[in-house]
T-cell receptor, first 114, second 114 residues
Framework: AQSVTQLDSQVPVFEEAPVELRCNYS??????LFWYVQYPNQGLQLLLK??????LVESINGFEAEFNKSQTSFHLRKPSVHISDTAEYFC????????????FGQGTTLQVKP | SQTIHQWPATLVQPVGSPLSLECTVE??????LYWYRQAAGRGLQLLFY??????ISSEVPQNLSASRPQDRQFILSSKKLLLSDSGFYLC?????????????FGEGSWLTVV
């Protein structure tokens, strides 16, 4: 069975500072990896994903994540955060199958302070 | 482009009353459909998924049921709500076959059982 661990439940950071949200997974088979963002009282939006190929993936709003197979990690980073990045971030994995079921971590609340 | 709609956005129901949450997807055919629940202070839990009309798989035993009467319609129901059914319910879709790698979420429905 697969599992996902997000090591920090809350990450406070000042505006324009760098941030890293940590995600580790456990699986005996290859998985796909995802980061979703949830703004208050909204659904989840796909931020970025790793399916295959380059281990470094980027989003359109400056976030990036690197798949590290040996450490079974998929940490999310941003070099300079904005107030508008304040949200809940979820790491998730799925098996390469046609059902696409996601297994989520518990989420990390990113709190960007002015 | 594909869009997903779910309603109602907010619902307050008494214990023992019935429930019906509806979700529709536009712009795609034969999608995989999902219902997730996000309880307060907890991560997201997959409740049901469907790979076709009338095909429903339940992930956890519970007081809820799901139906897929049409290709792009997914309904979450209960005959008698419990207090523990309160939470944020998210409908989601993905492509079928090898396109079933990425899941896209609706805006969610807040259910409060009183």
């Amino acid at each position: 069975a697969q599992s996902v661990t997000q090591l920090d439940s809350q990450v406070p950071v000042f505006e324009e500072a760098p941030v890293e949200l940590r995600c580790n997974y456990s699986s005996s088979v290859s998985v796909y990896l995802f980061w979703y963002v949830q703004y208050p009282n909204q659904g989840l939006q796909l931020l970025l994903k790793y399916l295959s190929g380059s281990t470094l993936v980027e989003s359109i709003n400056g976030f990036e994540a690197e798949f590290n197979k040996s450490q079974t990690s998929f940490h999310l980073r941003k070099p300079s955060v904005h107030i508008s990045d304040t949200a809940e971030y979820f790491c998730a994995v799925s098996l390469p199958s046609n059902t696409g079921k996601l297994i989520f971590g518990q989420g990390t609340t990113l709190q960007v302070k002015p | 482009s594909q869009t997903i709609h779910q309603w109602p956005a907010t619902l307050v129901q008494p214990v023992g009353s019935p429930l019906s949450l509806e979700c529709t997807v536009e712009g795609t055919s034969n999608p995989n459909l999902y219902w997730y629940r996000q309880a307060a202070g907890r991560g997201l839990q997959l409740l049901f998924y469907s790979v076709g009309i009338g095909q429903i798989s339940s992930e956890v035993p519970q007081n809820l049921s799901a139906s897929r009467p049409q290709d792009r319609q997914f309904i979450l129901s209960s005959k008698k709500l419990l207090l523990s059914d309160s939470g944020f319910y998210l409908c989601a879709w993905s492509g079928s076959g090898t396109a079933g790698n990425t899941i896209y979420f609706g805006e969610g429905s807040w259910l409060t059982v009183v």
